[in-house]
């Protein structure tokens, strides 16, 4: 009874805190968040260890009125109540519906703001910048909505101790995982956000994308918004949309045309003096196979004759593939003829892939009829394609008319000969049994 009690309590203050803060908050929500806290590492060594503690964010594209309080359970050092007045962290991918099983994720951790060497963000710092500003507690936030609809890393400032921090940078992207084929246009998202009354947003920004694949990373391009600079990969073939990442924070990067080599992961970067913020997209170029059944149509002879028949499938990426065989006869009913024996792939030189799998035809062991329609099947990332052939097998002809009247022929002849048979032999028969009747009288 009383353990009930407490948890009716607290639903009712739960409900009564949601009331309140609701009208101040509009729809953004309040966030779960994983502290990641450095811990000292023990024995004064180099190495600390990370621990993760349960924290609030409530958001907010208004300063809050009043601090909100956390469940009653929660130390107050973990409740934050940030501002955000882009309402980037209002989305509603960050706020599921209640019960959904996949859940947002989100991370936070102390940041501390430092100017950067880099070629294209080492200007924003030419002229320092209050560094007084950057005296403050300094939060780098990274969310990922539910079903992969969006990243958002921010940085946010607060000043000392106050646990309500302000959403200084913002980096954004919509297509956290994008499929493309072969040689379309690719468009992945970024899009950034800086605070207008910061100090830091009037000094320039710069965007970089980066590419990694397998631990290889390199350079895609960087710009530098504050004097204009672009540093761009050779071979090219990407590029940014300038005006409108000037005046909307678009830096989507925008690739011509994809290729096998583009998949991978994609790093954009926003730089603001002092502060960085990434989101990572992930690409992977898709192309189903072309398919091919050698030789075409095929014959086959009927008493034992084995073919080896080809299905090759090319053009396709990336590289996992499966082939299997059906055939469809007189009946019109598909069977399974299995998956053949797979050949090793190649690669061509746009990186996409051929393999083959070759079946042993064999018409009566495999009860193949008179024929009918070969097909082979590729199970691929890009879509289940097919092709058929037509099969033969000679010897097997349905009968025409004359062949008919031929048979009845034969079968009258074959008739006439069987009676003509077995009358000879009644007739020896009869008479062995007259012979034998003799001996023994
Ligand atoms: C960003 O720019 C690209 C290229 O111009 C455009 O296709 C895309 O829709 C833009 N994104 C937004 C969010 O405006």
């Not at 101040?24 to 811990?39: G, K, M, R």
């Not at 703001?113 to 403050?136: F, N």
């Not at 190649?346 to 008179?370: C, H, I, N, V």
């Amino acid at each position: 009874m009383t353990s009930f009690g407490v948890v009716c309590a607290l639903c009712l203050a739960a409900v009564a805190a949601f009331r309140v803060h609701g009208a101040a908050c509009s729809s953004c929500p309040v966030l779960e968040c994983w502290f990641v806290q450095e811990v000292a590492g023990r024995g004064g060594g180099l190495t600390g260890s990370a621990n993760q503690v349960r924290s609030l964010l409530h958001i907010s594209t208004e300063p809050h009125s009043r601090p909100p309080r956390g469940p009653s359970d929660m130390d107050p050092e973990r409740v934050f109540s940030i501002t955000d007045p882009a309402g980037t962290l209002c989305h509603s991918a960050l706020n599921p519906p209640s019960g959904s099983i996949k859940k947002p994720q989100c991370e936070m951790n102390r940041f501390q703001p430092q100017p950067s060497h880099l070629k294209w963000v080492a200007t924003l710092t030419d002229s320092a910048t209050s560094p007084a500003y950057l005296q403050a507690d300094w939060f780098s936030v990274s969310n990922q909505g539910f079903n992969d609809q969006l990243i958002i890393s921010s940085i946010l400032r607060a000043p000392a101790a106050s646990r309500e921090p302000d959403v200084i940078l913002s980096v954004t992207t919509k297509t956290v995982s994008v499929q493309a084929r072969l040689g379309e246009p690719v468009l992945l998202d970024c899009s950034l956000w800086a605070n207008p009354a910061s100090p830091l947003s009037g000094s320039g920004f710069a965007v970089e994308w980066r590419y990694q694949f397998r631990g290889d990373g390199r350079l895609v391009l960087a710009y530098d918004g504050k004097t204009d600079y672009l540093v761009e990969a050779q071979g090219g073939g990407a590029t940014l949309d300038f005006e409108g990442l000037h005046e909307r924070g678009n830096a989507s990067l925008i690739l011509q045309e994809a290729k096998v080599h583009h998949s991978g992961m994609y790093i954009c970067t926003a730089y603001l003096p002092y502060l960085v913020a990434q989101v990572t997209v992930q690409l992977e170029v898709v192309e189903p196979p072309s398919l091919a059944i050698y030789p075409s149509p095929v014959a086959l002879a009927v008493p034992g004759q084995a073919l080896t028949v080809q299905c090759e499938a090319s053009g396709f990426a990336p590289l996992s593939l499966e082939l299997s065989w059906t055939f469809r006869g007189a009946d019109g009913k598909s069977r399974s003829l299995g998956s053949g024996s797979m050949t090793g792939h190649r690669e061509a030189w746009d990186g996409t892939f051929s393999q083959s799998s070759r079946l042993e035809l064999e018409a009566a062991s495999m009860d193949l009829g008179k024929g009918g329609a070969l097909g082979c099947v590729a199970a691929h990332l890009g879509g289940t394609q097919q092709t058929s052939v037509t099969l033969n097998v000679a010897g097997f002809n349905s009968p025409s008319i004359e062949d008919s009247m031929a048979m009845v022929g034969v079968a009258l002849v074959l008739y006439g000969l069987i009676k003509f048979i077995s009358w000879l032999f009644t007739f020896s028969g009869s008479a062995q049994d007259n012979d034998k009747d003799k001996k023994c009288k």
